[in-house]
Structure formats: C-alpha cells, structure tokens
C-alpha cells in the first residue's frame, strides 16, 4: 500500500476514565459538565459500551501497544518502587510495526511500560515522545512536607528522539506543570500533525492525556469554567482538549483519512479526594467488578465505521492492534500469540457481532476471572481499589443483563452453570497458548525471547 492511501492515526488515551463521566455514557450534565464534543463525535462513529481495558495503567498501556495481554509481556502489575519492568526489545509495538511502514509516529504522555535503556518509547517506534516516565502521583511529591527531593528523588517532563538515547530532562513534574500537561501535549500534537500532513507522510499519535488521573485539577485555561468545580471542570478540559485536536484534523483537511479512537486506559479513579464513577457500573479500577472491566470507547474512521452505531458487543484493548494495522494495511506479526482480533467487519456494521465471544481478566498476576457475552464469571471477590481480595470457594457466574449492580452470587433461579463450559473453553484456549508460547516474567531483562526459554514460564495461578 503507498503512503497515499494509508490513513493517519490518532488515538486519544484517558487515563482513569470511568463508565459515568460522560454524556454520551450517562454522566455529562449529571457530573456538572456538558461534554458536548465528545457526544457529538459519539454519533460520528461507533460508540462501544462493552470496551474491555485491563484493570491498571501499565497493563493496559502493553496490551494497547502489543495486542497481547499485558501477563505474557510481564507487565500485568504496575511497578512500584523503581523495580526494572516495561517491554523487552523483542516485541512489537504498534509504533514499531507502523514505522516500518513509513509512519511517522508520537507519543505524548504517559508510557509507562519502561524507563530505562531499550525500553522507552522511542525505542519503540516512536521518534518522538514527550511525558513523564511514569505516573502522574509523582507531581504530588512536592506538596508533601515530608518529601525532600534530594534524599528522595525527582520526577520529570521528559523529551526524547529516537535515536537519540535516553530522553532528556526538561523540568520537574510538579503539580502545576501536571495540571497544564494536557495543554502542552495538544500544542505539541498539533505541530507533529502538521508538519506530517505538510510533508504527505501517514502519522500515528499516541496522545496521553493526563486527566482523568489524580490529581484531577484543571489547568489554568479550564479552571472555574463548568461552575461545579474542580471534577467538572477537568471534564471539560478533556471535552475541549479533544475538540481542539478533531478541529485541527479538519483544518488540515485530513478528518476523513484519519482514524481517531477517544478512549479510557481502565476504569474509575478510587482515592477519595480524586473519585471518579464507573456509572451505571459497580466498583472502581483495580479490581474485577464491571467499572474496571468497561472504559468508554468511540471509534471514527469515515467510510470504514458505521455512523451512530452502539453496541454492548465484547471488545478488548488488545483487538485495537489487528483492527488498526487491518486499516493501515499493514502485516500484524505472526511469529507470536497476539490476544486481539480484528474488529473491522463489526466496526463497519457488516455484522452486528463482535469478532470475540470474551476475554480473561487479571488485576496483578492474578486471574480474577472471564466474561462470556453477558455472563461473567468471578473468582476473587473485590469490590474497590482498597478492599482486600477473597478467592471464592466457587466461581460466582454473574448475569450482568438481570444483575448489573453484581450483587447476587448466583441467579437462584437459573444457577446458569451450563455457562462454565464457555468459561473452561476460553481458559484452556489461554493455557493451550502458554503452553506455545511462554509468558515474559515480570522484569525480564531486556534481551529476553520468550520462546528460547520455556523454563522461564511464572506461575499464572490459573
Ligand atoms: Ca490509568
């Protein structure tokens, strides 16, 4: 396929966007912001109401960028406390797929799924990336009297090319700089839109937006402009910050080859003082109740996905792999497990059935359970971020159509054990794949191939 023909991509990644916090999910004028951008863009495409992330920041962020769940590629678990972790050179991103086919590809934002050499974004594809290296929890250091940031270490804003080694330091994340983070990111984007568009080369941007995670504080341009304050407010830094950027697409006359996905990275924020809402949906991120299962999902590509479309169809992160490089006529790799599915019949109302019957879900190492359609199956009860896990002495079989709260064990009327045979199905699919290929452990080194040692598989506790 030539350059000419090849759609750019934009993906619009929130972090901690819960099921209830916009309008077209429910939430918008309830939660004291009219996201009247993202609604109206709704309507432009697919709105998935089903859309599975993994339960925490880097596990989804590996799956989004692999096409695999984050548990073969060692980053099941958010890592704490400067443990080695991220991607080893062996697998392929995204990025790294859509450079070799002429890309020019950008992330700005959150990675997190590997700081150190070999493993940052730019060793991944893309030739620019400009965020922190981790969480955004960080700018909170500085607020804390206990902190003292020689004893204790810094973190930054950093700026990196590929080619160039490790990126550089450009100033302290602090609070301030994180709460205006978003308005550098679109200025940055839009000028790597440009300039791509001006040259006639295919882009890719990765655009991480630092809203919805704590602290959730508006930037200055936003600050008291919903009148319900601060929540509201980073609402509509999101709904504007976004609008700005599909404004830019139409400005540069490109909306109609451009694929934008707008999207959560997992479910609802828990700390208290930053609470989100899973919505309709039950729980916080973190767990395996529905609100860590479900982040909205809104697809637009003319032509390719079909207008006004909802659907409450299974869709997993992981199918944004196969799905996107099915667009951009590029090969998905072949020579390892991929997890997602190619969602582009589904997408463009070919049929009105998901590619996928379902997905396993881990929060951590753990597996926490499957879903099966409307049917879920659970083996650890944990409602919240903070309650403490309980394995169920039996898996409790959840009919999310006639209990979407999750609040019986079973259905006493119907038991619905008939359903564990698809749950046993999609589980030994999963184990019959480890078996072909092993899991990454957590922290591998950098040089690490899967499939050269299979004495390196960790336990999966399923
Ligand atoms: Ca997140």
Request: with cysteine; glycine share 10%.
């Amino acid at each position: 396929m030539t350059n000419e023909r090849r759609p750019n991509v934009l993906f619009f990644f929130v972090d901690n966007l819960g099921m209830g916090e916009l309008g077209c999910y429910g939430g918008g004028v309830l939660r004291g912001a009219d996201t009247a951008r993202i609604d109206s863009f709704a309507r432009d495409g697919a709105q998935m109401l089903n859309f599975a992330p993994e339960s925490q920041c880097t596990p989804s962020r590996s799956a989004l960028m692999t096409g695999r769940h984050a548990i073969r590629s060692g980053n099941h678990s958010v890592p704490l406390g400067g443990q080695p972790y991220g991607l080893v050179a062996w697998e392929r991103t995204l990025a790294d797929v859509l450079t070799d086919d002429g890309y020019d590809c950008a992330l700005y934002g959150k990675w997190h799924i590997g700081a150190s050499e070999g493993r940052w974004p730019t060793d991944h594809g893309f030739d620019v990336f400009y965020g922190p290296p981790e969480s955004y929890d960080q700018c909170l250091w500085e607020t804390d009297p206990w902190y003292q940031p020689e004893r204790d270490g810094v973190s930054h804003l950093l700026e990196g090319f590929k080619g160039q080694g490790e990126p550089t330091r450009i100033k302290q994340l602090t609070y301030d700089v994180k709460r205006n983070a978003g308005r550098e990111y679109v200025d940055r984007a839009k000028a790597f839109m440009a300039s791509s568009a001006e040259k006639g080369t295919p882009f890719f941007v990765h655009f991480n937006h630092p809203l919805m995670h704590l602290p959730n504080v508006p930037s200055d341009e936003y600050r008291g402009s919903s009148g319900h304050g601060d929540w509201a407010d980073c609402l509509l830094e999101l709904d504007g910050h976004f609008g700005e950027l599909l404004d830019h697409l139409d400005d540069l006359g490109i909306a109609d080859s451009t694929i934008v996905v707008f999207f959560g990275d997992n479910g609802n924020e828990e700390q208290l003082l930053h609470r989100g809402t899973g919505g309709y949906w039950s729980g916080s991120y973190f767990t395996g109740m529905e609100a860590s299962l479900r982040t909205p999902c809104l697809v637009r590509y003319p032509g390719h996905v079909k207008e006004g479309m909802v659907s409450n169809e299974v869709v997993h992160i992981t199918d944004l792999y196969p799905t996107v490089l099915g667009w951009t006529g590029s090969d998905v790799p072949t020579d390892r497990i991929i997890d997602g599915v190619d969602q582009r019949e589904f997408l463009a109302g070919t049929t009105d059935e998901s590619a996928r019957e379902g997905f396993l879900f881990w929060n951590g190492p753990k597996l926490f359970g499957v879903k099966w359609r409307n049917f879920k199956m659970g083996l650890v009860d944990q409602k919240d971020f903070w309650d403490a896990p309980k394995d169920l002495i039996f898996p409790r079989i959840i009919n999310l159509e006639t209990d979407p709260q999750e609040r019986e064990p079973v259905n006493h009327r119907y038991l619905h054990t008939w359903t564990l045979n698809h749950f046993a199905r999609l589980v030994a699919a999963f184990e019959k794949s480890v078996q072909q290929e092993p899991l990454i452990p957590m922290g591998a080194p950098l040089d690490h191939v899967p499939n050269a040692e299979p004495s390196a598989q960790p336990e999966t506790r399923t």
